[in-house]
């Protein structure tokens, strides 16, 4: 397993360099969109390690994506308009979990996806000329729009998502995190200091979510309240997280390699409908692998090693 | 002034029989089997796209189709339950919430491939009549509409209350282990009113079809709103669903008339609603 990481991120280094002949950009677009779906999902696991199951990803993405968009739009340079995103959507989680984290179980991930449709809706009825309503707005393109360049931007951005995850995994907050997973009230008997904590695990989340949707608008082009804070986006998030094994850091990144390349080939037979595999996964995974693709690799391990 | 307010009353009023109705299945299942049902608002789709197919392809009326319509999802509910739903009735909660999740995406997404993404609409001679009282004038559509949803919720409550099944669904509900002990056969209960439960979704959504239309993606919107008014009413709360469809819908309903281009805004104030409520409550208990 120690390879695989390593091994992983040389060949995400060489994508843009495979010779595909005259499907080069086509590979480099998917590898893009494989990278966006890994980061977002990858923040909703460093979340999701709490205990807290949200479905405002699709808010702090859309937050992230505006901030870029509407600070580019209005002559603030790019760089840091890019750097808005996460502050807006780091922002604005701190507000929405201060009131929210009391919540539990269904009640708090009911409460994030009311929050996101309400954003959803607030960017849809603003006055044209702010947010551009229902139609959204044409974003300006970092780095000239250069292919090549925004795939490794976009692979800094991932590699970004997996160094705080791995240093969530490595340090203290793991133990506090799974605590609070298996019952708060242990959690606070043992001294953790579970508000703050989930607190934390909740902004990070949605800054990094934050910093994916300023660098897809980035990529795409465009920003339209209906895509941008589509409901399909947090569950195309939860659904790639569990079926590559949450609360792991490969998981949710193999999951998007997975999901998102079959999402495209299937994009290209059927040109709608495709989402049908999302669910047929989400539910095979639930009833036949609840640890995800990355246990079935931990399992053999452990037999190879004699168990444990 | 107070026509424009007694009509607006009145839609309120229509709007939130179908809320109740597209309701009241969900609270169920959560109440008693404590599951989440994410592919209820799907179960409605696929009652509004069986009374599409009978009205096209046999003539029959869309209200008259809520029978099949309901049938049929009481049957596929069954296969549903077998297969998957009651695999994951011990797991954590999130576990069930997520495989119906996987189950109406599914569900959506064939219907998509099947029927195509284009709404569909049926066409029925009553649909263009309306019935005036005084001020308010009604659609003899939404009305009959209002008709099934207070017959069967009332249905609902008789079957709950005054008969023996009633009493044994009651009695899983509230515990699980003691139902099993007195002799009651837990498994078969939970099969029943999950049945009885997707088949009231089916029912709405023949509903939904005479007074909107069919689309695959319809149904995501009902369930977003029947888990506001379940969640708002308290999990399981049968009784407090028809209030919370009552307020919820008035509320809908003022918006969409007394703000300028409230149209979209109505969808917010639904959500606006829901999500104090639940802050509320959780700060107020705290």
Same mark, same amino acid.
């Given at each position: 397993?120690?390879?695989?990481?390593?091994?992983a991120?040389?060949?995400?280094?060489?994508?843009p360099?495979?010779?595909? =002949?005259?499907?080069?950009?086509?590979v480099?677009?998917v590898?893009?969109?494989?990278?966006i779906?890994?980061?977002?999902?990858?923040?909703?696991?460093?979340?999701?390690?709490?205990?807290?199951?949200?479905?405002?990803?699709?808010?702090?993405?859309?937050?992230?994506?505006?901030? !870029?968009?509407?600070?580019?739009?209005? =002559?603030?340079?790019?760089?840091?308009?890019?750097?808005?995103?996460?502050?807006?959507?780091?922002?604005?989680?701190?507000?929405?979990?201060?009131?929210?984290?009391?919540?539990?179980?269904?009640?708090?991930?009911?409460?994030?996806?009311?929050?996101?449709?309400?954003?959803?809706?607030?960017?849809?009825?603003l006055?044209?000329?702010?947010?551009?309503?229902?139609?959204?707005?044409?974003?300006?393109?970092?780095?000239?729009?250069?292919?090549?360049?925004? !795939? !490794?931007?976009?692979?800094?951005?991932?590699?970004?998502?997996?160094?705080?995850?791995?240093?969530? &995994?490595?340090? &203290?907050?793991?133990?506090?995190?799974t605590?609070? &997973?298996?019952?708060?009230?242990?959690?606070?008997?043992?001294?953790?200091?579970?508000?703050?904590?989930?607190?934390?695990?909740?902004?990070?989340?949605?800054?990094?979510?934050?910093?994916?949707?300023? !660098?897809?608008?980035?990529?795409?082009?465009?920003?339209?309240?209906?895509?941008?804070?589509?409901?399909?986006?947090?569950?195309?998030?939860l659904?790639?997280?569990?079926?590559?094994?949450?609360?792991?850091?490969? =998981?949710?990144?193999?999951?998007?390699?997975?999901?998102?390349?079959?999402?495209?080939?299937?994009?290209?037979?059927?040109?709608?409908?495709?989402?049908?595999?999302?669910?047929v996964?989400?539910?095979?995974?639930?009833?036949?692998?609840?640890?995800?693709?990355?246990?079935?690799?931990?399992?053999?391990?452990?037999?190879?090693?004699?168990?444990? | 002034m107070?026509?424009?307010?007694?009509?607006?009353?009145?839609?309120?009023?229509?709007? @939130?029989?179908?809320?109740?109705?597209? @309701?009241?299945?969900?609270?169920?299942?959560v109440?008693?089997?404590?599951?989440?049902?994410?592919?209820?608002?799907?179960?409605?789709?696929?009652?509004?796209?069986?009374?599409?197919?009978?009205?096209?392809?046999?003539?029959?009326?869309?209200?008259? @189709?809520?029978?099949?319509?309901?049938?049929?999802?009481f049957?596929?509910?069954?296969?549903?339950?077998?297969?998957?739903?009651?695999?994951?009735?011990?797991?954590?909660?999130?576990?069930?919430?997520?495989?119906?999740?996987?189950?109406?995406?599914?569900?959506?997404?064939?219907?998509?491939?099947?029927?195509?993404?284009?709404?569909?609409?049926?066409?029925?001679?009553?649909?263009?009549?309306?019935?005036?009282?005084?001020?308010?004038?009604?659609?003899?559509?939404?009305?009959?509409?209002?008709?099934?949803s207070?017959?069967?919720?009332?249905?609902?409550?008789?079957?709950?209350?005054?008969?023996?099944?009633g009493?044994?669904?009651?009695?899983?509900?509230?515990?699980?282990?003691?139902?099993?002990?007195?002799?009651?056969?837990?498994?078969?209960?939970?099969?029943?009113?999950?049945?009885?439960?997707?088949?009231?979704?089916?029912?709405?959504?023949?509903?939904?079809?005479?007074?909107?239309?069919? @689309?695959?993606?319809?149904?995501?919107?009902?369930?977003?709103?029947?888990?506001?008014?379940?969640?708002m009413?308290?999990?399981?709360?049968?009784?407090?669903?028809?209030?919370?469809?009552?307020?919820?819908?008035?509320?809908?309903?003022?918006?969409?008339?007394?703000?300028?281009g409230?149209?979209?805004?109505?969808?917010?104030?639904?959500?606006?609603?829901?999500?104090?409520?639940?802050?509320?409550?959780?700060?107020?208990?705290?």
């Open positions: 397993m120690r390879w695989a990481g390593p091994a991120l040389v060949v995400a280094l060489l994508v360099l495979v010779p595909a =002949g005259g499907y080069q950009q086509y480099v677009q590898a893009t969109f494989v990278l779906n890994a980061a977002v999902a990858l923040a909703w696991d460093i979340q999701a390690r709490t205990g807290q199951l949200s479905l405002a990803p699709a808010a702090f993405f859309g937050l992230g994506a505006y901030a !870029y968009t509407m600070a580019a739009l209005r =002559g603030v340079p790019l760089p840091v308009a890019f750097l808005l995103g996460p502050l807006v959507a780091g922002a604005v989680s701190l507000g929405l979990g201060v009131v929210t984290l009391r919540l539990h179980g269904l009640y708090f991930a009911i409460a994030t996806l009311a929050f996101a449709e309400v954003v959803k809706v607030i960017f849809k009825e006055p044209l000329d702010l947010t551009g309503g229902a139609v959204g707005l044409t974003a300006p393109p970092l780095l000239g729009g250069h292919q090549t360049g925004l !795939y !490794y931007l976009g692979l800094g951005v991932l590699l970004l998502v997996v160094a705080v995850s791995l240093a969530v &995994r490595h340090s &203290r907050l793991h133990y506090a995190f605590a609070i &997973r298996q019952g708060e009230l242990t959690a606070r008997v043992l001294g953790v200091r579970v508000v703050a904590t989930k607190l934390l695990a909740f902004v990070l989340s949605a800054a990094l979510t934050g910093l994916a949707g300023a !660098y897809a608008t980035s990529r795409l082009f465009f920003v339209i309240p209906e895509d941008t804070f589509g409901i399909g986006l947090s569950v195309t998030a659904a790639t997280a569990i079926f590559g094994g949450v609360y792991t850091t490969a =998981g949710p990144v193999l999951g998007a390699i997975i999901l998102r390349s079959l999402e495209e080939g299937l994009r290209l037979v059927l040109r709608e409908g495709y989402l049908a595999v999302y669910g996964i989400l539910m095979l995974v639930i009833l036949y692998l609840p640890g995800g693709l990355v246990s079935l690799w931990n399992r053999r391990s452990r037999d190879a090693a004699g168990g444990d | 107070m026509d424009l307010f007694l009509q607006t009353l009145a839609n309120a009023l229509i709007q @939130s029989g179908t809320y109740a109705l597209a @309701s009241a299945g969900l609270a169920l299942a109440g008693v089997l404590h599951i989440v049902n994410f592919a209820h608002g799907e179960f409605l789709m696929v009652g509004a796209f069986v009374a599409y197919w009978l009205s096209v392809l046999a003539g029959i009326d869309p209200i008259v @189709s809520l029978v099949p319509a309901g049938a049929v999802m049957a596929a509910s069954g296969v549903i339950y077998q297969a998957s739903i009651r695999r994951v009735l011990l797991a954590p909660e999130l576990n069930a919430l997520l495989l119906t999740f996987g189950i109406g995406i599914t569900l959506q997404n064939l219907a998509v491939l099947v029927f195509g993404a284009t709404p569909r609409v049926v066409h029925t001679a009553y649909q263009l009549t309306a019935v005036t009282l005084g001020p308010v004038s009604v659609g003899v559509a939404p009305l009959m509409t209002l008709v099934v207070v017959t069967l919720l009332a249905g609902m409550y008789a079957v709950l209350y005054r008969t023996g099944i009493k044994s669904i009651r009695a899983v509900a509230q515990n699980r282990t003691g139902a099993h002990l007195v002799g009651l056969d837990v498994d078969r209960i939970y099969l029943l009113t999950f049945g009885i439960a997707s088949a009231l979704a089916a029912i709405a959504g023949a509903m939904v079809l005479v007074r909107i239309g069919a @689309s695959p993606h319809m149904g995501f919107g009902f369930v977003l709103k029947a888990f506001a008014i379940i969640v009413a308290g999990l399981g709360n049968l009784t407090g669903v028809l209030w919370a469809s009552l307020v919820l819908a008035t509320a809908e309903a003022f918006v969409r008339t007394y703000v300028p409230g149209g979209g805004a109505a969808e917010a104030v639904f959500f606006l609603l829901i999500f104090f409520t639940l802050v509320w409550r959780s700060w107020r208990t705290a």
